[in-house]
């Protein structure tokens, strides 16, 4: 079982940056996928972005490559997603969630085992 806790959303303007955080409970972290999804008022939950177990390799959508970095501290229990160049239509509440199974490509929020409560995330133009 793993527990997933998010955290650093909140407003800011268009080409401004925010820092999310995703603390997860349990000592097997590592052993998990992490990814990125974001879903918008009215749509479907979508993919952002996934980072390997070890944190070597990652893998974003189209929409927020070069401005989206993911990352993870294994040691902290801690996957990051660090938010440059936003623009309003990245406005939704962003969730993490760790995956066993799945590969790094997955896009499909049903292969993922664990979510977390989601944070917030406003872009004013």
């Known amino acids: 079982q793993v527990q997933l806790v998010e955290s650093g959303g909140g407003l800011v303007q268009a080409g401004g940056s925010l820092r999310l955080s995703c603390a997860a409970s349990g000592r097997t972290f590592s052993s998990y996928i992490m990814g990125w999804f974001r879903q918008a008022p009215g749509k479907e939950r979508e993919f952002v972005a996934t980072v390997s177990r070890s944190g070597g390799n990652t893998y974003y959508t189209d929409s927020v490559k070069g401005r989206f970095t993911i990352s993870r501290d294994n040691a902290k229990n801690t996957v990051y997603l660090q938010m440059n160049s936003l623009k309003p239509e990245d406005t939704a509440v962003y969730y993490c969630?760790?995956?066993?199974?799945?590969?790094?490509?997955?896009?499909?929020?049903?292969?993922?085992?664990?979510w977390g409560q989601g944070t917030q995330v406003t872009v004013s133009s």
């Open positions: 969630a760790a995956t066993a199974q799945a590969t790094l490509y997955s896009r499909n929020v049903a292969t993922y085992d664990y």
